[in-house]
């Protein structure tokens, strides 16, 4: 298939582009990093019409977002909220031109009003039902990142124990989030792209590992693996609570194990990653 991945620099862009060019498929990357054009905030944009207008397929992943550390501080400004204002009522509307067959990369954190990502979450959500799309939902995905400034938990921590060396959380580390690897998350998309006849646009298909986990035990993974290069790293719990997701707790259905289930487990996924981002610092 000629499959259009929107966001394709992304943390699950970039997996999702090299994963499925090894299945065979055409991708078509489209990501703003590559180039002015591919400014997804342009309106009009001949260059993204085009690209959708050729496409068999399209994977909505672009959005304007990051780890917590850049929720906290970005997603209440104008700039947030129009861009991804602009950058969906743009994909939309020529999803809508074209009748395309696409998947819009939604979260979790979708019903959780307080939030202007999970409210911009929502409204797209809206746009894809109206649009008989198919939306799923990730739990924090993780994996390789190219922009830091955007890291999530994960490669977050891993940078700062090789920069830094000892560091303090954001927070105290008792809130759960339910982690998936990359490349699991890129067999499911690449799954419900190949069964997309299968299901309808109210099914509930949440991404994710289905397993809790700590942000303190994500903390402990990552410290035994810098013990395992002989550099010794202490990430010290803080002292403030989570005030992203405000520790809520949302249940994921498991609609979506009828043609799908993750593989990778914490352990071996934060190894993968932490292997290969120790190559950037010489080791």
């Not at 982690?179 to 949440?206: G, Q, R, S, V, W």
């Not at 990653?273 to 010489?282: A, W």
């Given at each position: ?122 409204v797209g959500e809206m746009y894809t039902t109206s649009l008989k799309g198919l939306t799923v939902k990730f739990w924090n995905v993780y994996g390789i990142e190219k922009d830091m400034d955007k890291a999530h938990v994960i490669t977050d921590f891993i940078k700062k124990g090789f920069e830094e060396g000892d560091f303090e959380m954001m927070t105290d580390g008792t809130e759960e989030r339910q982690f998936l690897y990359a490349e699991d998350c890129c067999e499911a998309l690449e799954i419900i ?91």
């Amino acid at each position: 298939m000629k499959v259009l991945n929107l966001g394709s620099s992304g943390q699950i862009g970039a997996y999702l582009t090299e994963y499925l060019r090894k299945k065979g498929h055409v991708v078509i990357e489209y990501d703003k990093n590559i180039g002015p054009q591919y400014n997804l905030t342009a309106i009009p944009s001949t260059w993204l019409e085009f690209c959708i207008k050729e496409a068999d397929f399209v994977f909505f992943l672009a959005f304007d977002v990051g780890g917590s550390r850049y929720l906290k501080k970005y997603q209440h400004t104008f700039d947030f909220i129009n861009n991804n204002t602009r950058l969906m009522a743009n994909v939309f509307g020529l999803l809508e031109k074209y009748n395309k067959r696409f998947v819009f990369a939604s979260s979790q954190m979708s019903n959780m009003s307080y939030s202007p990502y999970g409210v911009m979450k929502r409204v797209g959500e809206m746009y894809t039902t109206s649009l008989k799309g198919l939306t799923v939902k990730f739990w924090n995905v993780y994996g390789i990142e190219k922009d830091m400034d955007k890291a999530h938990v994960i490669t977050d921590f891993i940078k700062k124990g090789f920069e830094e060396g000892d560091f303090e959380m954001m927070t105290d580390g008792t809130e759960e989030r339910q982690f998936l690897y990359a490349e699991d998350c890129c067999e499911a998309l690449e799954i419900i792209m190949e069964n997309y006849t299968d299901f309808k646009p109210e099914d509930p298909l949440h991404i994710t590992s289905f397993h809790a986990t700590s942000i303190k035990e994500v903390a402990q993974i990552i410290t035994g693996q810098f013990n395992l290069i002989d550099k010794p790293v202490r990430i010290n719990p803080g002292l403030a609570k989570d005030s992203v997701q405000m520790d809520k707790r949302n249940e994921a259905d498991t609609y979506i194990t009828g043609w799908w289930s993750p593989k990778t487990n914490m352990q071996e996924g934060i190894k993968a990653v932490f292997n290969e981002m120790k190559k950037e610092y010489g080791y």
